[in-house]
């Protein structure tokens, strides 16, 4: 008689939100070691963290991103705090060190 394993939950799988793009400027495209990389995030602070974790073998990445401004579909974030900030299906979130010259 066969012995029947008791059936598992079924994990579905987590939401993480709207898909766009993280598009990295200067220090912060070499920090990265990309010019740009896919985001699946509701908020900017969600996304931003996805990120660090992507590139935690990169430790100037994380230094990076604490100087940087962002811009998201093209509004500046300023001073608003990353977790109010929605992000948009097929968005585009610009990370931008400070630069220098003029």
């Known amino acids: 008689m066969a012995t029947t394993q008791p059936a598992r939950p079924v994990e579905l799988p ?11 400027w200067a220090a912060a495209k ?5 010019g740009e990389e896919p985001y699946a995030a509701r908020t900017l ?7 660090r974790r992507r590139h ?3 430790p100037e990445f994380a230094r990076v991103l604490l100087r940087c401004s962002f811009l998201v579909d093209g509004d500046p974030v300023g001073t608003r705090d990353h977790t ?5 299906e097929g968005g585009t979130v ?9």
Not at 30 to 34: I, M
Not at 84 to 88: G, I, K, M, N, Y
Not at 94 to 102: C, D, K
């Open 14 to 24: 987590r939401q993480a939100g709207p898909a766009g793009t993280l598009r990295y």
């Open 56 to 58: 935690a073998a990169r």
């Open 45 to 51: 602070a969600d996304a931003l963290d996805a990120a």
């Open 94 to 102: 610009e990370v931008l060190p400070p630069f220098a010259g003029g």
């Open 84 to 88: 109010t900030v929605q992000l948009a």
């Open 30 to 34: 070499a920090a990265a070691g990309t």
